[in-house]
């Protein structure tokens, strides 16, 4: 099974910002670590700074 992670908006429609192959890609666009998308996707938090919300969806 393949994963892939995307930045959604953080309303209620969630619609795709930025979708990529792995955290690594997904952080060079938000310029930020890979870690830290991570925790996001975890913790299910919303980034404020970019109004979007971190997930992973299997493929």
Do not use: W
Not at 7 to 27: F, M, Q, R, S, Y
Not at 29 to 50: A, E, L
Request: aromatic content about 6%; charged content about 35%.
């Amino acid at each position: 099974m393949k994963a892939l992670y995307m930045a959604v908006t953080a309303d209620g429609h969630e619609l795709p910002v930025a979708v990529c192959e792995n955290a690594k890609e997904l952080a060079e666009k938000f310029r930020m670590d890979p870690k830290r998308v991570r925790d996001y996707v975890c913790r299910g938090s919303i980034r404020k700074k970019d109004g979007v919300k971190f997930v992973r969806v299997e493929a």
